[in-house]
Structure formats: structure tokens, C-alpha cells
């Protein structure tokens, strides 16, 4: 073990996003513009065994915990199921996430969890399939649903729904897409809206804060508090009152409030993209390149000496309400959100 990845106001990171494409199939109106972005070139991209030796690195000796595979869109990325092998293999084996829209997840979604895939987060963002049209610019609300629930057959649980509301387009859903998680015994996140779209149009007042969804939420259903202890989740959980999970757990909702709410203090994320860069934070305007040295000879050691020095200037906070606050050159798509 070399250490762990620490930055100067002493928080840990032990959570490690992994972005494997900043490719998509959907062109989500707060992600992409319809037209999509230039993509990184393929020799850009880090292969799978490249991925496997950063993954391997964060774990044994930079102390990561827990590691999520997102994008772009993760399913996108042929050798998925591979890395997903490789990551679980390791010692101390990681808990394995991903993040998905869950297009093609039904054929998957076995494979994956054989290959020690633990659970999902699957984005659904309306119940309306027209909306769903007009919102990823693309007609697979049927796909995303079939993605969603064979990965609950799967066992892919407990299987997490991420929701964007955005004002006078899906803000009406918050009640209907919680009844709907609680129904099939999912369980749901509201996100907050944040300045990470390639075209740069986020506007606050389009975003649905926290506490409008909270509002909403209480019009139909007791939320109580949840006594569990966030541990440095983004999200905050409310117990539904009289509802369970299909574990027989008490059923939960939450909400990422990264914008009202911002939980910077307590984050413990590091970021990987897909051409190997280290971001210390997802509103980061500095990247550190590991693909570089990896590919000229460096060793474990120097890879995560390297990382370490990415971390060590993390900000105290990403500084969105600051009138000097710019967005980050890259999307979120090609950060890995
Ligand atoms: N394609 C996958 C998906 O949609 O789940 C993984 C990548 S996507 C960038 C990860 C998550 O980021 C999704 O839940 C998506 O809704 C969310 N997201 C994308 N752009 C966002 C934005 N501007 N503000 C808040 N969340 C955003
Ligand atoms: Fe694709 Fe996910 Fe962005 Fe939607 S949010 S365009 S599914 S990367």
C-alpha cells in the first residue's frame, strides 16, 4: 500500500468514478445537444487491460473502496463485462456499481453480474414515453424499462433510480416516479440539475431545488428521517413511511441537492476518464494525466504517486454560487457522471 488519497483540508477519497466512454446512445437535453459532441479519438482511450491496471492500483494501494463504472454510457464499451472481471478479482475486492441509462441491460445484465457487477444505478427521468422522446432525443423508453427491470431480476440489487427534474418539462413526476420505485421496490434519487451540459445553458431558475422536491414529495407521502448515517453520500434519505423494499427494509428516497445542498466537505470521490485522466473533483478545471506515464514504462508506485498528487489540491468546494465560477471545459459526459 502506498497511502491514501488525501487532500489538504484532510479528506479521504476511497470512492473511485470510472468513466469507460464518453459515448451515448441517448443525447439527455441537461447532458448532450441532439447533434452529441466530438468524441475522444479511440487511441485516446484507455484499452481494458489499461483500465484494469489503473482500477488495480487505486485498490491495493491507494485504499479505494468502492468503485462505479459510468460514462458516457457504460454499456457502450465492449469490454465491460472484462473489466468488470478484473475489478472484482481484486484483494480487497471493491463493491462494483454502474451507472447506466440501461439500454441493452436485459442481455447484460446476467454476464455482468457473474462477473461480479454488485448493483446499478439506472437513470429514468419521466414515465412518459413522449417525454422520454423529448428528453433524450431518442424513442428507447421501452429499452431503458426492460434494461431496468432484467437487472433486478438479475439481482443487481438494491437497484437505485437517478431522476433529473427540470422546470416545466418532467417537475410534475416527482410523486408518479416515486410511487412507481416504491411499487417495484426501487429505490430513488432526485439530482439536482448542475452546470455540467456540453451546450453550457444551465440556468438555476430551470433547476428543481431540493427543497421543491422535498415539497412535492411531502404533499403525498411522510418522509421521516433517515438514522442511518450518510457516511459521505451525496444523497440525503428520508424513510417513505409505510412502504418497504423488496428486502423488507424500510423503503427510501433521496435526494442530491449538489447545487443547494453541496455536500463538499464530506466528499470522498476521485474521478478517472476515459483517456486516463485524474480529476479530483467532478467541477474541476485541472486534470492530471496517468495515461502518459502509464504508457511510457511508469510503475504502480509512480502511477499512484502521481494520484496522490492529483488529489492533493482538491478545492474545498465547487464553488457554484462564486460570480467567478466557470464550468469545466469537459461535460459531464466526458467526465463521468
Ligand atoms: N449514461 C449513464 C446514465 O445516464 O446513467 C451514465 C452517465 S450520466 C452522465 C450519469 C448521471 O448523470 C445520470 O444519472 C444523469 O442523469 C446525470 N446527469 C447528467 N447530466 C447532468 C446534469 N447536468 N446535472 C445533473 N445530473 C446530470
Ligand atoms: Fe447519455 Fe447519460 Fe448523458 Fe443521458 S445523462 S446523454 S444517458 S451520458
Known amino acids: 500500500m502506498t497511502g491514501a488519497l488525501v487532500d489538504s483540508f484532510g479528506r479521504i477519497a476511497s470512492d473511485l468514478r470510472v468513466s469507460l466512454t464518453d ?5 439527455c437535453t441537461y447532458c448532450m445537444p441532439p447533434e452529441g459532441v466530438p468524441w475522444l ?4 482511450i484507455l484499452t481494458d487491460a489499461e483500465v484494469a491496471r489503473l482500477v488495480g492500483v487505486a485498490v491495493t494501494r491507494l485504499g479505494i473502496r468502492e468503485i462505479r463504472f459510468t460514462g458516457g454510457e457504460p454499456l457502450l464499451r465492449p469490454g465491460l463485462v472484462a473489466i468488470v472481471e478484473a475489478t472484482a478479482a481484486l484483494v480487497p475486492r471493491p463493491t462494483i456499481s454502474l451507472t447506466t441509462n440501461a439500454i441493452g441491460l436485459d442481455r447484460m445484465a446476467g454476464a455482468l453480474r457473474q462477473a461480479g457487477l454488485d448493483r446499478v444505478n439506472v437513470s429514468l427521468d419521466t414515465l412518459d414515453e413522449d417525454r422520454f422522446a423529448a428528453l433524450t432525443h431518442r424513442r428507447r423508453f421501452a429499452d431503458t424499462l426492460a434494461g431496468l427491470h432484467g437487472a433486478a431480476a438479475a439481482g443487481l440489487t438494491p437497484v437505485k ?20 420505485a416504491l ?6 434519487r432526485f439530482i439536482e440539475q448542475m452546470p455540467l451540459d456540453a451546450q453550457h445553458t444551465w440556468d438555476r431558475t430551470t433547476m428543481v431545488t431540493a427543497d421543491e422536491i422535498l415539497a412535492a414529495l411531502r404533499a403525498d407521502f411522510t418522509l421521516l428521517p433517515d438514522p442511518v448515517d450518510r457516511a459521505g453520500a451525496p444523497a440525503e434519505t428520508w424513510l417513505v413511511d409505510g412502504y418497504r423494499d423488496l428486502a423488507g427494509r424500510p423503503a427510501r428516497v433521496g435526494v442530491i441537492g449538489s447545487v443547494t445542498r453541496p455536500f463538499c466537505g464530506d466528499c470522498d470521490r ?17 486534470e492530471s494525466d ?11 508506485a509512480g502511477l499512484a504517486q502521481r494520484w496522490q498528487a492529483a488529489m492533493w489540491p482538491k478545492k474545498p468546494g ?5 460570480p467567478t465560477f466557470l ?3 469537459r461535460p459531464m459526459s466526458a467526465i463521468g457522471g
Not at 431522476?163 to 416527482?174: K, P, Q
Not at 476521485?270 to 485541472?286: H, K, P, S
Not at 465547487?318 to 462564486?322: C, E, P
Open 41 to 44: 479519438p479511440s487511441p485516446d
Open 23 to 27: 459515448r451515448c446512445n441517448l443525447r
Open 270 to 286: 476521485t474521478r478517472l476518464t476515459a483517456d486516463g485522466q485524474v480529476r479530483n473533483c467532478l467541477f474541476a478545471r485541472e
Open 290 to 300: 496517468l495515461r502518459g506515464p502509464l504508457r511510457g514504462g511508469a510503475d504502480d
Open 327 to 329: 464550468q469545466p471545459p
Open 318 to 322: 465547487h464553488g457554484i454560487d462564486d
Open 161 to 180: 433510480l437517478n431522476t433529473v427534474l427540470i422546470r416545466g418539462v418532467n417537475d410534475d413526476e416527482a410523486v408518479p416516479l416515486l410511487r412507481f
Open 183 to 188: 411499487a417495484h421496490g426501487y429505490e430513488l
